[in-house]
């Protein structure tokens, strides 16, 4: 650490505490976010065409770009169960149950994102 | 171009290694040609992988201009070592990256990978700070 000047330690010092704080809040409002009772939104070419409650274990059917996309809920997590596309990406991906992580099926247009049912607590804005 | 090919233990994380051209230009011909070597360097490095105007590009374009102009910054206040300079490059350079993609994708959940980048770029931005200090020795002594 000979190369480095007081003023390099303390950029390293800002650049760590700045980037744990930063993950400290993100991983806080993952964690709120998925506490009590959620929802699924599903869109099709950025257009809403299903809520889904989380709290309930069932499978729904939505139309995409190539054909039917069956979407299962199970224990507060939902996937892709199955669909039509070229490598079916989107239901090898599995089991979501974070609101950071989005189930994306590119070649069907569809979008599966969880989020908070409140109104107007919403912790991002999701396009 | 070379660099995806290296194993790393992390995915998708490179070394940086181009920075070492870039602080090399900073400290032996000033500000302007690093900025002038760094954006030579997205630009052909882009037109040679045919990824011009791509996503891939406006990505790289981006953490390079942030981490040029910051270090720029950095530099002008004659505080910081060249390591320390390396290091700050690499930190800006993700960000940079980070903050296009969340442009370009409409999604702020892809900040949940700035801190995990930031970390790493400590180690790489101490290495190539320590190797491009290595090289300017060599240079110098040639001279």
Not at chain 1, 74 to 98: A, F, H, M
Not at chain 2, 71 to 93: P, Q
């Amino acid at each position: 650490m000979k190369k480095l000047n007081r003023y390099d330690q303390w950029l390293v010092v800002i650049l760590i505490v700045g980037s744990t704080l930063l993950y400290g809040s993100l991983s806080w409002l993952i964690n709120a976010a998925n506490s009590g009772q959620r929802i699924a939104i599903v869109s099709y070419k950025d257009q809403e065409v299903l809520r889904i409650d989380m709290s309930i274990n069932d499978t729904y059917v939505v139309q995409g770009t190539l054909g039917e996309v069956y979407i299962e809920v199970q224990d507060q997590k939902i996937r892709v169960e199955r669909e039509t596309s070229p490598y079916n990406l989107c239901s090898i991906q599995g089991w979501v149950s974070s609101s950071m992580v989005p189930i994306t099926c590119l070649p069907n247009h569809i979008l599966i994102v969880i989020v908070a049912p409140q109104e107007g607590d919403t912790d991002f804005e999701v396009k | 171009m070379i660099e995806p090919v290296l194993p790393i233990p992390v995915p998708g994380v490179k070394l940086g290694l181009a920075n070492i051209l870039g602080l090399i230009a900073l400290m032996l011909f000033g500000v302007k040609t690093m900025f002038a070597v760094n954006l030579s360097r997205v630009l052909i490095a882009s037109l040679l992988r045919g990824i011009l105007f791509g996503t891939g590009f406006w990505v790289s374009l981006s953490g390079v201009l942030i981490s040029t102009t910051l270090v720029a910054l950095l530099y002008k206040t004659n505080k910081f070592s060249l390591v320390g300079l390396s290091i700050a490059a690499a930190a800006f350079h993700n960000m940079g990256q980070i903050m296009m993609i969340i442009v370009i994708y409409s999604s702020i959940f892809m900040i949940y990978w700035m801190p995990p980048l930031i970390w790493l770029s400590i180690p790489t931005g101490l290495l190539t700070g320590s190797l491009a200090l290595g090289a300017l020795q060599r240079l110098r002594f040639q001279k």
